[in-house]
């Protein structure tokens, strides 16, 4: 223990002198004052480890004195005051303690107690010093939180692109166990009109959890938009997040992409509780499963990355929720659990689903906080509202002419996501930005015309059975990976005239071709509903020219659009 620095006042000079020798014979150093007012002088000025203030003094007497070095105090931190009296009456004790001294002594003086009550005093010193400390590092770690806290609370803000979120076929609900949130919801359109969701639930909460968010935000929302398939956005954010995060930071999510031209749904299920299809009456049509591992386990070719498509042949909505809404427990401890969370839905209309769980999610907790986050997001999914319209007339603010070739050989064909690169890379060439969608729609029907019936040989008649559409993609999928020959010849170029401008697309694939005479693209009203063929009629309603070369295995599809003068000019 290190010397103590002990002030003594007391206004009888043997006395004094006497404790001041004791002390320093203790090894310590002290101060000897006849007065309170000297006494409060020096404290103010120098660091007093304990303070012995006599009773009775002259003036300011020992009451006032340690009522004066309390107050000394509320700046100094605490330090120990006795009082030095000549009367041991309980009164005098009580006046003593309750003008703020720790303890009281006696005259004459023991000394044997005095050094027992210096020591004793002490060591409640040091714990008070040493819980002073620990309250000043406990309030840096409070600032430092709170400073984490607005941080990551800003990350998840830049995160999350809320007007998105604002889509008419979206509805979301999020409820964070603290300041900053551990789930994410995800929405973008492509520009083909695609709509693409995503549910992230990441591990840990704060910043460590935001963190890991950002490289799956920023690859989901750069390839959604592009127009990715699902597969191949998932597959990124794998290798994204493995890349930036730690093995134990992985990240249970859930993607699903409705395409409402072709009228499909896609989901990638990894480590989220299984997403429901819904009818407009709240019934149960399907139930997504987690068949895939969160985002950051294992490598792409571990992972596999099975990816659910449905055709829907009606109106319906997909209801996703994080493991956090079923988890909420009560005061009781009781969890809201998957039954209570689907009687909410059951029988409920589509705009009336969220609130209705959030109502039964308030009622079942109660006055009792989540320990997670909440979180649930209901994508519906139906048919376009409008059919895309050929060019309309506006000024370009393309680059002029260009072209481009590609031969796409089988080795491309089986792992390339080919429309979102083509049509990038046309963007980077100059391609008008108003007719991107555009565009994206017509590339992505003439390469899937050519891959799918040129190359790979399917028959869209088979999408007609009940599960027809499932069949269908199944053999896609054997065949693709199966391929080992064929080619796809790609020529697309855009012409720029002081009027107009022209974009053509060219495609021809090594297949056998089809009797291209003999299709009908005026399909009646009544088969407008049928898959087979929806894809040359919305070519058609798409391009203002549209033709096959035989024997059926080439075709070229045009768009033209007139430049604004009015615009020109000014």
Known sequence: ???????????????????????????????????????????????????????????????????????????????????????????????ALNSGCDDFLTKPINFSILEAKINSFWRIAQMQQQISRQNIALLSYANLEAEEKRISNFLMERLVRREQLQHPAIEHYLQPASLVSGDLLLVSTSRSGDIYVMLADATGHGLPAALTLIPLSQTFYAMAAKGFQLRSIVQEMNTQHRAYSPPERFVAALAACYRSREGTLEVWNGGIPSAVLLSNAGEVLWRFHSHNLPLG????????????????????????????????????????????????????????????????????????????????????????LSVPKKAADSRTDGAGTWGLQLLLTAAQL???????????????????????????????????NALDHGILGLESSIKHDLDGFERYLHQRQERLAALEAGEIRLQINQISGPDSSLVSITV???????????????????????????????????????????????????????????????
């Open 1 to 95: 223990m290190r010397p103590l620095n002990i002030l003594t006042i007391d206004d009888d000079p043997l006395l004094g002198q006497a404790i001041s020798a004791f002390i320093v014979q203790l090894g310590h150093t002290g101060l000897y004052l006849d007065n309170g007012s000297d006494g409060l002088e020096h404290y103010r000025t120098e660091a007093f480890d304990l303070v012995l203030v006599d009773r009775l003094m002259p003036g300011m007497d020992g009451l006032q004195t340690t009522r004066q070095l309390r107050a000394l105090q509320q700046d100094s931190g605490w330090r120990p005051i006795i009082m030095l009296s000549a009367s041991n009456a309980i009164d005098e004790q009580v006046l």
């Open 297 to 384: 386990i294992v490598d792409n070719q571990q992972a596999g990355h099975e990816v659910e498509t449905m055709h829907l042949t009606e109106e319906a909505q997909l209801f996703m929720f994080s493991d956090g809404l079923i988890e909420a427990e009560n005061a009781a401890g009781e969890a809201f659990g998957k039954q209570r969370l689907e009687q909410a839905l059951h029988r409920t209309a589509p705009d009336q689903r969220l609130l209705r769980v959030r109502r039964a999610v308030t009622e079942h907790l109660q006055q009792a906080l989540p320990h997670d986050d909440l979180s649930c997001l209901q994508l519906s999914c139906r048919e376009a």
């Open 414 to 448: 089986k792992r390339l996501d080919l429309e979102p690169l083509i049509s990038d890379f046309c963007q980077q060439l100059g391609l008008d930005n108003v007719r991107q969608g555009l565009f994206r729609l017509i590339l992505r029907e003439l390469l899937g």
């Open 508 to 570: 021809s694939d090594s297949g056998p071709g089809f009797d291209h005479a003999a299709l009908a693209f005026e399909l009646p009203q009544s088969d407008l509903q049928l898959y087979h063929g929806r894809g040359l009629q919305l070519l058609k309603g798409l391009c203002s020219r549209l033709e096959f070369m035989p024997p059926g295995n080439q075709v070229l599809a045009e768009f033209r659009w007139e430049h604004d003068s009015t615009e020109e000019s000014a």
